[in-house]
């Protein structure tokens, strides 16, 4: 990927109608309507299932369309839902956070939130799902390390995926860029991990320094993902 740089006008908007993709084909689907989104997102969660090693396990999660300050998460109990905020129902300072972290000239807000939100976070989240059912959930110490390895089973995903890699090595990009729109919120001198694991609660309570963070780790997940593919990062418990 290129590093603090937004693709081309023509490279995102072959990123933003393949984040509108419920399946292989490069078809795009109106995404507006919560039903749609709705099935979009539960084909990403059978999926997901239907790929982990020994078969699918576990039930899969409910999922819930509507908004919340969380925007995209898996409840960590019993039972699972799997909630993603519609770009149609964020308040007015969520949708301008988005647009403040695109290029004027060529970002796309709504696009941007949807390729992240209704697909490279359904891995994620489905990764914490597997944990959580496994009685695997991060101790504080390990929080850092969960929420990276989510966003390793994110990038193994849709690596895996067809048509994956095409559309990561546009994403990500766009991920890189964003960040380097938002200030560093680590003191000086602090170590990213080790701030991140101490300072969780109020890190979720600041959606633009957790937004730097997980962007981080995203980054980090591209760098590294020659390292594992999906089934050994799922792993079997």
């Known amino acids: 990927m290129d590093r603090r740089a937004f693709v081309a006008v023509a490279s995102m908007a072959s990123v933003f109608a393949l984040a509108a993709r419920p399946d292989a084909a490069l078809a795009e689907t109106d995404l507006t309507d919560p039903a749609a989104i709705k099935a979009h997102v539960e084909g990403l969660v059978r999926e997901f299932l239907e790929r982990v090693p020994g078969g699918p396990a576990f039930e899969a999660p409910s999922v819930s369309v509507g908004f919340t300050p969380g925007l995209s998460w898996m409840s960590s109990v019993k039972p699972h839902v799997m909630h993603v905020a519609p770009w149609e129902q964020c308040p007015p300072p969520v ?14 807000a709504s696009g941007f939130y949807r390729a992240g939100f209704y697909n490279f976070l359904i891995p994620h989240e489905m990764s914490h799902f597997v944990d959580y059912e496994r009685g695997q959930g991060p101790a504080p110490e390990q929080r850092h390390d969960s929420e990276l390895k989510a966003n390793r089973v994110a990038v ?14 546009g994403f990500i990009p766009l991920i890189e860029a964003a960040r380097a729109k938002l200030p560093v919120p680590v003191p000086a001198g602090e170590d990213p991990t080790a701030y991140f694991n101490a300072n969780y609660q109020a890190l979720m309570a600041n959606p633009v320094a957790y937004a730097w963070f997980q962007w981080r780790m995203v980054a980090e997940a591209w760098e590294r993902r020659d390292e594992a593919d999906f089934a050994t990062l799922v792993g079997r418990g």
């Open 95 to 108: 949708q301008a956070f988005f647009a403040s972290v695109q290029d004027a000239a060529s970002g796309d």
């Open 156 to 169: 193994a995903f849709w690596m895996e995926r067809p048509g994956g890699l095409e559309w990561l090595s």
